[in-house]
């Protein structure tokens, strides 16, 4: 099994930054792919950005040049830098970590930036 907490949102204006951390615990060895989702209310589930055990990134088109998606894979810490914040970035932003075909989910965080 594989843990995941998230932290680091909140509330910002728009045109302002976060920075997301997502810790992954329990079996985190070979856990391959982990990115970030969000859903907004009434909305779909959609991706943001991924990135794979070697570094390679996937975004969104919206969030491309806005969002940066790292890895730190000795201390299993994903993070996302956000920045120039949307009021339609409002939604909870959700971890996700795949081993072994198998999809782990966090608990969420809660973004929600001001016009």
């Known amino acids: 099994q594989v843990r995941l907490v998230e932290s680091g949102g909140g509330l910002v204006q728009a045109g302002g930054s976060l920075r997301l951390s997502c810790a992954a615990s329990?079996?985190?060895?070979?856990?391959?792919?982990m990115g970030w989702y969000r859903q907004a209310p009434g909305k779909q589930r959609e991706l943001v950005a991924s990135?794979?055990?070697?570094?390679?990134?996937n975004y969104a088109d919206s969030m491309k040049g806005r969002f940066t998606i790292s890895r730190d894979s000795v201390k299993n810490i994903v993070y996302l830098q956000m920045s120039s914040l949307k009021p339609e970035d409002t939604a909870v932003y959700y971890c996700?970590?795949?081993?072994?075909?198998?999809?782990?989910w966090g608990q969420g965080t809660q973004v929600t930036v001001s016009s």
């Open positions: 990135i794979n055990s070697g570094g390679s990134t």
């Open positions: 329990g079996s985190t060895f070979s856990i391959d792919a």
């Open positions: 996700k970590a795949s081993r072994f075909a198998v999809a782990y």
